[in-house]
């Protein structure tokens, strides 16, 4: 695994890609000099949100990075820079500090210029102009929302006051305020005094996504039924699948609502994006069907995802109800599963066998809790839910959850299915035995050309002109640090890899041809890396692997319903290896809801001896970044010599195990003397090394019958070439991209 990959980056990523100016000035007075012994943050929030803030990623890891900084909280808290933080209505200090702008926080909703935003998801901050010290204002309806915001003023301020920081996060905007919905709606801007000395929105400096999403949304047509309206692109209204959509849906709503129950006095609006980039922009999640925070559904058209929609429409219809806010979130979904019944291509109910011999049904205390924890999966957990559901006394959603359910009677019902554990799904067998000419085809952490983006598709062809014949597409999940056993999902964030965006990226995928391996890797904070992860306690490897297991057991339901046709357990866990036991386990696991081929990406320096259970596996893997030679002078004898013995090496591991070798990563990077320390990136640039290294071990390999393929490390979802002289991985345009084309064209017409 390579070190510095910034995948993972995502989680504190989002801190930092505000729009926000800390010392941006429109009449404000500049700071105060720092006082003796560092600059001071002052931070002044009414509890709970002060504890939230606390906890949050500002505190836990920006201050200990910015040298020299304090931070005072507590309602009279001073400091060269303040922040203040309020739910609305906003009084005291909050609503004093609004006075004399275009702003009205004294309601249940922002009023920005004239204008209510009345959604729960509004959050409003803003720069106080001629305070003493630069301030700002962040104040919102919604807790979690509005601690989000005010942690990412705090990293600006933070960056502000000591000049510390990397990138977008240390380099403020020129923006007085800022309204935001979701990350990629938002409305920011300049103030400017008028002659009276009165502050307004500066219209010419103003970005609008609102208005924008207005306009959009104003040139749908429309196709009614009795209880759902189905909005459309003018070009998409004649088309026969859309009349069938919106008459399956309006039966759908007509199905359900008497049993949850409720009166559809507004029809239900339903609002076909042209793509995830489009949803992504519109309600700040990407996924087959999203409910935003007004109530319209938003979804993007495929045939296969019926259910999906049926699924979000019955949540829709218990947002409506009043019940989506009684219960907790799991139960809600699993209630709205009830309701719609299919789940992934089969009623709900014949997911319990297969799940429960899986072992990957959720604890009474996982469905009840009141927050989601981080490693939850609701592909796995939604279908035990509604069985939950179903067997609550009462007909109806309302009659089942009059009460909250109790933890006992949970238990007993989720025991009783854990009993009716059942066969395996049917295998197809996966891939062929045909060489997998293969690119590791890396997501862009951004909505605009992520797994999900229409860009995905022109680097896919692109790809095949390479001679490529598969693509391994790599989800992510987090871990605080190697020795720590609490794991994250990386999927909830357009700007990550979403469970929807590695459907769209396989289905894409298979469309074209290619084989997809599905990949799933762990990023470890603490500039550690996967080979490093190993538990102090029995006790704290048993709950790792939980988490760990079930990270990747989501990802192989998803696989499966995806249409991959191979599929990683893990990619370089060195220290986890020894585990025999735990690992033959999650194996068979994975085979119970994955019916293509399935291997292990082990580590080059040492992994590909060590693992002991290759039998258990179709393919012994392994990322390979063998150097091919100890000095950077070497010629190209001496790498060819080198790469032979890597390929005698690869072969004997594929005799040993009897199964043939998968190189699930292959790569040089751009650098001076390439082959040298092939996992590495970052030097002296240099086309012409990578370019031999890849020539040299190429030549080497060859095809040989131990060889079941190789996937060259990297290509993005988002990009084409890359010519620029960044001394990193990518090959696309430059003379790495011949080497490879050689090997996956020129050999293939051979």
């Known amino acids: 695994m390579k070190r510095g990959r910034r995948w993972a980056l995502l989680a504190l990523g989002l801190f930092f890609l505000s729009t926000l100016s800390c010392a941006a000035d429109t009449g404000a007075q500049a700071p105060e000099e720092p006082k003796s012994g560092g600059p001071v943050l002052a931070v002044r929030a009414p509890e709970p949100l002060a504890a939230a803030l606390r906890d949050g990623g500002f505190f836990r890891w920006g201050l200990p990075r910015l040298e020299g900084l304090r931070v005072e909280m507590g309602p009279e808290a001073t400091g060269d820079a303040v922040l203040v933080v309020s739910a609305l209505p906003a009084t005291g200090e909050a609503a004093a500090l609004a006075k004399g702008l275009p702003v009205d926080l004294s309601g249940e909703a922002v009023v920005l210029d004239g204008r209510r935003y ?57 923006v007085d305020y800022l309204l935001r919905e979701t990350p990629w709606l938002e409305r920011s ?83 076909l994006e042209t793509d995830f980039v489009a949803q992504g922009r519109h309600t700040g999640e990407v996924g087959e069907a999203v409910v935003d925070g007004h109530g319209d559904l938003h979804i993007v058209y495929h045939p296969e995802d019926l259910f999906a929609w049926r699924y979000g429409l019955a949540r829709g219809l218990l947002g409506r109800a009043g019940l989506a806010e009684k219960v ?26 297969v799940f429960a011999a899986a072992r990957v049904l959720p604890e009474a205390g996982q469905l009840l809790a009141e927050r989601e924890p981080a490693d939850a999966s609701g592909l796995l957990w939604t279908p035990a839910a509604a069985a939950v559901v179903d067997r609550l006394p009462g007909a109806t959603v309302a009659e089942k959850l009059a009460r909250a359910p109790e933890a006992g009677r949970v238990a007993e019902i989720l025991a009783q299915i854990e009993s009716s554990a059942g066969p395996p799904l049917r295998t197809s067998g996966g891939a062929g035995t045909s060489f997998l000419a293969g690119i590791s085809l890396a997501m862009l952490n951004s909505l605009e050309a992520g797994y999900h983006a229409p860009g995905l598709a022109r680097q896919l062809d692109v790809l095949a002109g390479l001679g490529g014949n598969a693509v391994s597409l790599m989800p992510f999940a987090s871990q605080p640090g190697p020795s720590v056993p609490e794991l994250r999902f990386l999927n909830d964030s357009p700007g990550s890899e979403t469970d929807a965006g590695l459907i769209h990226a396989t289905r894409l995928s298979r469309a074209r041809g290619f084989h997809v391996l599905y990949k799933p890797h762990l990023w470890v904070s603490g500039a550690s890396w996967p080979g490093e992860v190993e538990m102090k306690s029995e006790e704290d490897w048993a709950r790792w692997w939980r988490g760990y297991r079930r990270y990747i057991l989501h990802h192989a339901f998803l696989a499966r319903w995806a249409g991959a046709d191979l599929f990683s357990v893990g990619v370089e866990l060195s220290k986890t290896t020894g585990r025999e036991a735990e690992w033959r386990d999650l194996i068979a696991a994975t085979r119970l809801l994955f019916p293509g081929k399935v291997t292990y990406a082990a580590n080059w320096h040492g992994d590909l001896e060590q693992v002991r259970f290759w039998d ?3 393919f012994v893997g392994v990322d390979a970044y063998f150097p091919l030679a100890p000095s950077p002078q070497a010629g190209r004898a001496d790498l060819e010599r080198g790469a032979r013995q890597i390929a005698d090496r690869l072969a004997a591991a594929s005799r040993r195990a009897g199964k043939p070798v998968l190189l699930t990563e ?57 010519s620029g002289h960044s001394a990193d991985f990518r090959f696309l345009g430059r003379k790495a991209e011949g080497a490879v084309r050689g090997y996956y064209g020129a050999e293939a017409r051979r």
Not at 216 to 222: D, K, N, Q, R, S
Not at 329 to 350: N, Q
Not at 668 to 687: I, K, L, N, T
Request: proline share 7%.
């Open 328 to 353: 907790p979130g799991e139960i809600v979904r699993g209630a709205a599963l009830w309701l719609s019944r299919d789940w992934y291509g089969k009623p709900y109910p014949e997911w319990l066998p």
């Open 616 to 618: 258990a596996l179709d």
């Open 666 to 722: 292959v790569g040089f990077a751009a650098r001076r003397g390439a082959w040298v320390a092939p996992h590495e990136e970052g030097g002296e640039y240099s086309e012409e090394d990578q370019a031999l290294a890849y020539e040299a071990l190429f030549s080497a390999l060859g095809r040989p019958r131990w060889l079941g393929g190789a996937f060259v490390w990297k290509a993005f979802s988002g990009g084409g070439s890359d």
């Open 118 to 174: 009345a959604a729960p998801g509004h959050v409003l901050a803003l720069r106080v102009p001629g305070a003493e010290r630069t301030t700002w204002l962040v104040a919102g309806r919604d807790p979690e929302k509005t601690v989000r915001l005010a942690d990412e003023v705090l990293f600006r301020l933070g960056a502000a006051l000591t000049g510390q920081g990397r990138g977008r996060r240390s380099q403020p905007l020129e």
């Open 189 to 271: 801007g300049r103030w400017v005094k008028g002659e009276d000395g009165a502050f307004a929105v500066d219209r010419a400096k103003e970005r609008d996504d609102f208005a924008e999403r207005e306009q959009a949304l104003a040139t749908l047509a429309e196709i009614r039924g009795e209880r759902v309206v189905l909005r459309v692109p003018a070009g998409e209204k004649q088309r026969p699948e859309m009349a069938r959509l919106a008459a399956d849906l309006d039966r759908a709503a007509g199905e359900m609502a008497p049993r949850v129950p409720v009166a559809l006095a507004e029809p239900v609006v339903v609002i």
